[in-house]
């Protein structure tokens, strides 16, 4: 299975955000968490700063939104150029639409599950999808302890998607680590989000390397 890193800006130095785009070039997606202190109790940036990260053109943007009111801000994302847009399924009126939309606009298009949404009720719409986020931390800050409790979750998705012959991507994102990775690539999981893993890293570009390995081995 291939395997994509996905390093999230969250907690990097925002002053410097250029260059900390350029430390994790060698990556394959900037993951970028748009937060508005509704759907999680924290705020980061909106639609005007993810613009200019794609417009930066140093990495495609895997953007991740926790945001309530998906169905209204979604589809800007992808309109916006976002290689990839995920919407909380929580916060999404009609998912299916939604997921049509996103598509539409040429994006690839992910769910995103809480730890205490169950994966059970989506596998029919599995197909509406490019990935599914599987959240092993609570949404809302980086540098919480990895859910290892969340690890059957992926597996019962890569299952069902194997069942019903989609080519699902699946991303995990919360505490992924050098001591969490193996876990969630053995469970089923292709793309891996890392932000306190890379960041804080002496070097992150090398970090995102020893990742990679990790999560093929
Ligand atoms: C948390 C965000 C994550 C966060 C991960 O809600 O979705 O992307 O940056 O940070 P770490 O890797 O430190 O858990
Ligand atoms: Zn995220």
């Given at each position: 299975m291939s395997v994509t890193i996905s390093p999230s800006i969250?907690?990097?130095?925002i002053l410097d955000l250029r260059g900390e785009l350029e430390k994790i070039s060698n990556a394959d997606f900037a993951h970028v968490d748009v937060m508005d202190n509704h759907f999680v109790p924290n705020l980061t940036w909106g639609l005007p700063v993810v613009e200019q990260i794609v417009a930066a053109n140093i990495l495609p943007v895997d953007a991740h939104l926790m945001i309530a009111d998906a169905d209204r801000w979604a589809p800007a994302y992808a309109e916006a150029g976002c290689a990839s847009v995920t919407f909380h399924v929580e916060a999404a009126a009609a998912p299916i639409r939604l997921a049509r939309e996103i598509r539409n606009q040429g994006a690839r298009v992910g769910m995103a599950l809480k730890p205490t949404t169950s994966i059970e009720p989506f596998e029919e719409i599995l197909d509406e999808v490019d990935m599914i986020l599987i959240m092993t931390v609570e949404p809302g800050f980086g540098g919480q302890p990895f859910l290892s409790s969340m690890l059957p979750k992926i597996r019962r998705t890569r299952e069902a998607a194997k069942r019903r012959g989609i080519d699902l991507a699946i991303q995990v994102d919360g505490g992924v680590s050098q001591q969490t990775i193996e876990q969630c690539a053995d469970a089923g999981a292709d793309v891996f989000v890392a932000g306190s893993a890379v960041f804080k890293a002496e070097d992150a570009a090398a970090e995102v390397e020893t990742l990679r390995t990790l999560a093929a081995s």
């Open positions: 969250l907690n990097c130095d």
